[in-house]
């Protein structure tokens, strides 16, 4: 099994302009999860979807950030317009079942807002 | 917010030696985990011990769970250099919207000197 695969593995980008990262969970996985990691706040959930619908987004900082999940393999979590408070290590994590038992998660974006 | 609490944040210990980490959380949960953080990487899970259990054993890793002073510690026995990392407990709560959920702690660094 390939794992959780996340691209980019770094994005630098300048204040303003659009990010997108990508995930594709592990497949048979029907619950996916994005999250956010930084040295002040920790590991934060932003979002989770369980069978490509999204269930809680009450940890999405704002309106700036979006993410959707088309089908069972790939997700997007969208920022736009991106600010330097953005910066963080971001992670998506799949399960197999909508009750958080193990997550696999993926190797990480570290996102770099300049 | 953050549920689980790692205590030490950091441990230096000599190879060979065992390395205790512990977990406090605030409210009734369904189960905790423990996750393994190498630097620059995405978090492994490590081992998961259910409310109803007192202690569990994975190779050389041993979990504790007190629901009673809602605390968990993992001893890690025979520490390896490889064993260098960040650990992370993180618990589902027992009811609620929120039952999917991981919450995380900050994690304590683990530093295995050779």
């Known amino acids: 099994d390939a794992g959780v695969i996340q691209s980019p593995r770094h994005e630098v980008t300048e204040m303003g302009q659009e990010v997108t990262l990508r995930c594709k969970p592990i497949s048979g996985h029907n619950s996916l999860f994005w999250y956010r990691q930084t040295m002040m706040r920790g590991l934060e959930l932003l979002i989770y979807f369980n069978n490509n619908v999204p269930i809680d987004d009450s940890g999405m900082p704002e309106d700036r950030f979006s993410a959707k999940m088309p089908n069972a393999s790939f997700s997007t979590l969208k920022i736009q317009p991106s600010e330097p408070r953005d910066s963080a290590v971001y992670f998506c994590?799949?399960?197999?079942?909508?009750?958080?038992?193990?997550?696999?998660f993926g190797p990480g974006t570290r996102l770099t807002v300049t | 917010s953050q549920q689980g609490e790692e205590d030490p944040q950091a441990l230096s210990i000599q190879e060979g030696e065992n390395a205790t980490m512990n977990c406090s959380y605030k409210?009734?949960?369904?189960?905790l985990q423990w996750y393994r953080q190498n630097s620059g990487r995405g978090l492994v899970h490590l081992i998961l011990i259910r409310s109803n259990e007192r202690e569990k054993h994975s190779g050389r890793l041993r979990v504790t769970l007190d629901t009673s002073k809602k605390s968990s510690s993992l001893l890690i026995t025979a520490s390896r250099a490889a064993d260098t990392a960040s650990y992370f407990c993180a618990t589902v709560p027992s009811t609620g919207a929120g039952s999917y959920q991981l919450t995380f702690g900050k994690g304590t660094k683990l530093s295995v000197i050779p």
């Open positions: 409210t009734s949960i369904n189960n």
């Open positions: 994590a799949s399960t197999r079942t909508s009750v958080a038992y193990e997550q696999y």
